[in-house]
């Protein structure tokens, strides 16, 4: 069975700190890893991970995914308030679906 | 601006009583998605279409019907509501990349908040 886990399941830090979150899955035929964020509303899409692109950055975010462990982090620097959330972690195995994890609940503290 | 709309931000309804979720993306995308999120438990696929007409169960499927009649609609059918489907309901679409053939990202609506009573 497709599984995909996320850790750890709540996270609080200072504004300023550094936190990586975790995100390890077994899926068969693995296509893409995708994060997102979720505050109070929609998940709004982070970065896609696949084969030919394992790493991203986007400001004070980043990803790699780790195909020999089949897992990924996600880092954050310089964490804000703003950056409370949920974060979600999502496989894409074959075509169609996508897997996701429970998710990390980071709560940044001023 | 991609855009995934749901029908309703909250809804209050009785055991029993028979519930339409609506979702509507103006993306011309292939694929829609019905996910119901609960705490702990992270987001649980229950149906997904990936053509007109076209569905397939996802991972908890009981008690839950879809209907995809227009590629731009997807619509959640509780047939017989219970207290167990109070959760929050997401719609999601997304489309094929030509190139690679990989589902590209998934875009979400902004959930429904269901309790049933």
């Known amino acids: 069975e497709d599984k995909v886990v996320q850790s750890p399941l709540s996270l609080v830090v200072h504004e300023g700190d550094t936190v990586t979150l975790n995100c390890s899955y077994e899926v068969t035929n693995f296509r893409s890893l995708l994060w997102y964020k979720q505050e109070k509303k929609a998940p709004t899409f982070l970065f896609m991970l696949t084969s030919s692109g394992i790493e991203k950055k986007s400001g004070r975010l980043s990803s790699i995914l780790d195909k020999k462990e089949l897992s990924s982090i996600l880092n954050i620097t310089a964490t804000q308030t703003g950056d409370s959330a949920i974060y979600l972690c999502?496989?894409?195995?074959?075509?169609?679906?996508?897997?996701f994890g429970t998710g990390t609940r980071l709560k940044v503290l001023a | 601006d991609v855009k995934v709309t749901q029908s309703s931000r909250y809804l209050v309804k009785r055991t029993g009583e028979k519930v339409f979720l609506e979702c509507v993306q103006d993306m011309d995308h292939e694929n829609m998605f019905w996910y119901r999120q609960d705490p702990g438990l992270g987001l649980r696929l229950i149906y997904f279409?990936?053509?007109?007409?076209?569905?397939e169960k996802g991972d908890i499927p009981e008690g839950y019907s879809v209907s995809r009649e227009k590629k731009e609609r997807f619509s959640l059918i509780l047939e017989s509501a219970s207290t167990n489907q109070t959760s929050m309901y997401l719609c999601a679409s997304s489309r094929l990349s030509g190139g690679t053939g990989l589902n590209t990202e998934a875009f979400f609506g902004q959930g429904t908040r269901l309790t049933v009573v």
């Open positions: 999502a496989v894409v195995p074959g075509t169609y679906k996508y897997i």
């Open positions: 279409s990936y053509d007109v007409k076209m569905k």
